[in-house]
């Protein structure tokens, strides 16, 4: 799908996802530990046939965009609230698919069928390597994608799938380093979330569990300017209408462009940074008097699909968004087991055992997720954070404290690949 709309902003996001997985980040470290394979530990797919797997790339695109929505709506019904949201499917996409990677029988079925319902495993893995190096490859853009996991080596010791070890560092580029984890760990996780995260994210995480075996961390950064950029003219002040019917004050940025988008429940408009294969995608719900979170809850994966079919290039398109900054922070688990990924989050049923160990041994107990945006007229500022515990012989969390900073009339938000309209990031804005 070609989209005309070329326009300015300046944008830079940090995706990180971590995901209790296997080993980390110790740089200098004495309590580094040595790498040794334990022949025993077989992975569940056959991991050196991820270069050799082919696939359709229309019906790929079409699967992570409904997989996106999926996560989005299900996040909204079950962290919404009235504040503003945002997730990265891709962050979580990259960190759970380095955990597939190491599972077996219900628990790799139930994952892959999260991101690609129907398809092989490998055909799941062979497409986010994939988008990972899109991601890197993107031209007049910063654009980076990085892996990073901690194992604690005073828990697995050896027991652990060298050949999944080596995989992840071929296939995601993941650092991989065994440490005994200590009151230090958290420092040196949040450390390497910062360094790649373009200074954005300062804390993923405060501590760790006793339990805790593996910390797996993706970190996506993106920097990237207009297209055309908002010149002085078409930045005015102006009233916006908050979901809690409240009148605002924000800065409102203006502009023409070519591609417009309508369908009975939304219209949109799209707006490119420089290169043209990254834009913001704006959403407005036809309906002026719902909250774009209650919106949120009934769009669907088909009604995005609608959307972005009914483009049109037939008119000058009025665009005005406001600048907004907000904040999300949520535990991740909830959405995800609504979604049918239940296993991997239960110590009895878990099969994770081409990481190490037999089933049951080692299982998620936590996804935890972190956002952060900031739109005005020079550029986008973004970050989001992904945390995948595992643990051994530990009793799952399902809940956690969240926060929100709330921000803009309410609409949806994403920021796509402008060839596949898959986005990376999808939020809303519910004030400003």
């Known amino acids: 799908m070609k989209i005309c709309s070329r326009k ?23 309590s580094v530990k040595p790498l040794r394979n334990d022949p025993s530990i077989k992975a569940g797919i056959d991991l050196k046939e991820v270069k050799n797997t082919g696939y359709d790339n229309e019906l790929m695109d079409e699967q992570y965009r409904r997989y996106s929505l999926d996560l989005f709506n299900q996040t909204i019904k079950d962290y919404g609230g009235d504040g503003n949201v945002m997730i990265s499917p891709a962050s979580v996409m990259m960190a759970l698919d380095m955990v597939s990677a190491g599972a077996k029988g219900d628990s790799l079925e139930q994952l892959t069928d999260l991101f690609a319902k129907g398809q092989a495993p490998l055909t799941q893995q062979a497409y986010a390597a994939d988008m990972m190096t ?16 901690w194992n604690n080596g005073s828990l697995l010791g050896d027991k652990v799938n060298m050949e999944y070890v080596d995989y992840i560092r071929e296939t995601f580029l993941a650092e991989y380093t065994v440490t005994d984890f200590d009151e230090k760990t958290p420092d040196e996780i949040n450390r390497w979330a910062y360094d790649h995260t373009d200074h954005m994210i300062k804390e993923v995480i405060d501590r760790l569990d006793p339990d805790t075996v593996m910390v797996l961390v993706n970190a996506i950064s993106f920097d990237g300017k207009w297209e055309t950029p908002y010149e002085e003219d078409k930045v005015r002040e102006g009233d916006f209408h908050a979901a809690d019917g409240s009148v605002q004050q924000a800065t409102f940025l203006s502009d023409t462009l070519s591609a417009y988008y309508e369908t009975d429940k ?4 799209i707006k490119t940074y420089k290169g043209g294969e990254y834009a913001f995608f704006a959403i407005l719900p036809s309906d002026e008097n719902v909250s774009a979170n209650e919106f949120a809850k009934n769009f669907t994966a088909k009604d995005y699909e609608d959307l972005i079919d009914s483009v049109t290039y037939k008119y000058k398109v009025y665009s005005r968004m406001p600048e907004f900054e907000s904040d999300f922070n949520m535990l991740m688990n909830k959405p995800l087991m609504n979604l049918g990924a239940e296993d991997i989050f239960d110590a009895g049923k878990a099969d994770l055992s081409g990481i190490t160990g037999a089933p049951g041994d080692i299982f998620v107990s936590k996804v935890i997720h972190k956002t952060h945006i900031e739109v005005d007229a020079k550029g986008t500022r973004a970050s989001a954070v992904t945390v995948v515990t595992m643990e051994k012989n530990a009793v ?28 990376i990031f999808i939020g809303t804005v519910n004030e400003v």
């Open 8 to 30: 300015d902003i300046r944008y830079i996001t940090g995706i990180l996802a971590a995901s209790m997985l296997l080993g980390g980040c110790a740089r200098n470290n004495p």
């Open 134 to 149: 899109k991601i890197n490859d993107a031209k007049k853009v910063d654009f980076s994608c990085a892996n990073a996991v």
């Open 266 to 269: 939304a219209t949109g408009f």
């Open 396 to 423: 799952m969390e399902t809940e956690e404290e969240y926060r929100v900073v709330n921000c803009d009339r309410p609409f949806i938000y994403a920021i796509v690949d402008t060839e596949t309209m898959a986005p």
